[in-house]
């Protein structure tokens, strides 16, 4: 059986083969810092009615762990690309940033180099670019943020609804202050890949209708829209009276073909696991400021991700209380080479964190995309995991792409405590993994 394949038939049209059972044919209409398309991502198979493919990101530490300051670079290229070709501002910053994105280890710095005359409301959709869109927003030294969730809040009521349809989980709630979209701002998007752009679609169509305004922006790293699914957007800019701006680092067209069903799937991570790694629960809760607010887990969310919204000036103080947390986590590392596992849409602060905690640290998260696993080389799920979520019992959660014994160090990081019997399942799972040390580390306790 072969891998995935990439054929080149011209200059900017490749192939994609899956598994021999998909193909996927790729035309790069725009790709204006030539950035390597083996560098964003590579392909692999959903378990998904809806969507049979998935392009499983090199840089958003979801998929595939990284470098986690990969992951902070895309999202300042993705910036400059805004300030650019919306704003017209200098891009002085940007052969800076395609340098650092060019090298396999970077020492590359957060800075904010979008002026305050730019001042918009930057949203991350859940649950894959939560940290793509707060590190999008680092890069204005004046705007808000927050990020859509699939957490229902029992003691509050989302501003804003809207549906991803062809997700594993559809429905994302905003809860937020009123005043801070209750406004006439221009609103950013951001998503890590629109293929057909009927997400982006259906949030501003809801905030439209409750909050109406004249611009929005739509920023992802991958734009594969086809001409139709453009129209769609441009029909929506007219029936609304509104100007939606497109922004990417590639952008082209995708036509997927399903030659033959996916072969069957194995167990990959079978075997006796007999090495008990040394567990360790650390708690980061004196830095973070815990929410006042309901859900299914008796244990409090925290106010700094982003989820109820953040300023540039509440950033600021973050980003103190990263640097104060990460000295406690140095201390606590004892492994040459450390994996830093986000749990569901908690992935900025792991990966900032991660990105301060020396040499040989990688990042990665939790995710609820169930993807098919096949162990050949170049194909985009060669390992996985699955336990129930420890946060909620009822959601699955699935881990890909880390061999066993490639780590000695494992950081786990929850938003919030865990009863330790909810930890059981991912605990016996993570032993596959044939790791020296694990630490679970939490962010707010009850």
């Not at 069957?264 to 830095?287: A, R, T, W």
């Amino acid at each position: 059986m072969k891998d995935t394949q990439i054929s080149t038939l011209s200059k900017k049209t490749y192939t994609y083969t899956i598994l021999d059972s998909i193909t996927v044919d790729i035309e790069v209409t725009a790709n204006p810092y030539q950035l390597p398309l083996e560098e964003l991502f590579t392909m692999a198979a959903r378990i998904n009615k809806k969507r049979s493919f998935l392009f499983v990101s090199k840089v958003l530490g979801k998929h595939l762990p990284i470098n986690p300051q990969k992951g902070l670079i895309t999202a300042a290229l993705l910036a400059a690309r805004y300030a650019e070709s919306i704003k017209g501002l200098n891009g002085q910053v940007t052969e800076r940033l395609v340098r650092s994105f060019e090298q396999k280890e970077t020492d590359f710095q957060s800075v904010s180099f979008i002026p305050k005359s730019v001042n918009p409301v930057v949203i991350g959709f859940a649950e894959t670019a939560t940290s793509l869109g707060h590190a999008f927003f680092d890069c204005f030294e004046e705007a808000e943020y927050f990020h859509t969730t699939r957490e229902e809040i029992t003691s509050l009521t989302p501003c804003i609804t809207f549906e991803e349809e062809h997700s594993h989980a559809t429905s994302h709630r905003c809860y937020i202050p009123i005043d801070m979209i209750d406004n006439e701002r221009e609103i950013i998007l951001v998503d890590d890949e629109m293929t057909t752009g009927k997400t982006a679609i259906n949030i501003i169509q809801s905030i439209q209708t409750q909050f109406p305004r004249r611009e929005y922006t739509v920023v992802s790293i991958l734009d594969w829209r086809s001409e139709e699914n453009q129209q769609q957007f441009t029909d929506l800019e007219r029936t609304l009276g509104i100007k939606v701006n497109i922004v990417s680092l590639i952008s082209g067209k995708v036509q997927v073909n399903e030659i033959s069903k996916l072969p069957e799937q194995k167990d990959q991570l079978v075997g006796n696991y007999e090495n008990e790694p040394l567990i360790e629960f650390l708690s980061l809760s004196s830095f973070f400021e815990s929410a006042t607010v309901f859900t299914k887990n008796k244990n409090p969310l925290i106010m700094e991700t982003g989820r109820f919204g953040i300023n540039s000036k509440t950033s600021l103080v973050l980003n103190q209380k990263l640097n104060d947390a990460a000295d406690v986590l140095r201390e606590h590392r004892t492994g040459s080479k450390t994996l830093c596992l986000g749990t569901g849409e908690f992935m900025y602060i792991p990966m900032k964190l991660a990105a301060e905690m020396g040499r040989n640290v990688f990042y990665h998260s939790t995710t609820r995309s169930p993807i098919f696993i096949q162990n050949i080389q170049g194909y985009g799920a060669r390992h996985g995991i699955s336990f129930p979520n420890p946060e909620d019992q009822d959601v699955a959660h699935f881990v890909y792409n880390i061999p066993p014994g490639e780590y000695d160090e494992l950081f786990v990081f929850f938003e919030r405590e865990v009863p330790a019997e909810s930890l059981q399942p991912l605990l016996k799972q993570v032993e596959k993994l044939q790791l020296k040390s694990i630490k679970i580390v939490f962010f707010s306790h009850s």
